[in-house]
């Protein structure tokens, strides 16, 4: 079973761009579809975004479409996450997720989960 872990957070003030890594550790990777979910303090994990393992199919969250940009390249195992124009209700620890079979938006779909990064945007 594919193992991921993220890099990339950080902090950053609003208006600024950070970009998120999500680095699987096998090849199998490029079976996966993929999604990135955040959670802020006191709050419940949420979409952010996913892309299905042949990067045809991209869904992205009403609060960040045209802010962040998803994508993959299954030769190096990795998928990223470009966020721009942050705000500081973006700020949360940020999670990759993967799943054999599902490409959406509900947490409880995918399979494996990475351990998050954390974005903090400073206003």
């Known amino acids: 079973q594919v193992q991921l872990v993220e890099s990339g957070g950080g902090l950053v003030q609003a208006g600024g761009s950070l970009r998120l890594s999500c680095a699987a550790s096998r090849r199998t990777f490029s079976t996966y579809n993929m999604g990135w979910f955040r959670q802020a303090p006191g709050k419940e994990r949420e979409f952010v975004a996913a892309i299905s393992w042949d990067g045809v199919n991209i869904y992205y969250a009403d609060a960040v479409k045209g802010r962040f940009t998803i994508s993959r390249d299954n030769a190096k195992n990795t998928v990223w996450l470009q966020m721009n124009s942050l705000k500081p209700e973006d700020t949360a620890v940020y999670y990759c997720?993967?799943?054999?079979?599902?490409?959406?938006?509900?947490?409880?779909?995918?399979?494996?989960w990475g351990q998050g990064t954390q974005v903090t945007v400073s206003s």
């Open positions: 997720a993967a799943d054999r079979t599902y490409t959406g938006t509900r947490v409880s779909r995918y399979e494996i």
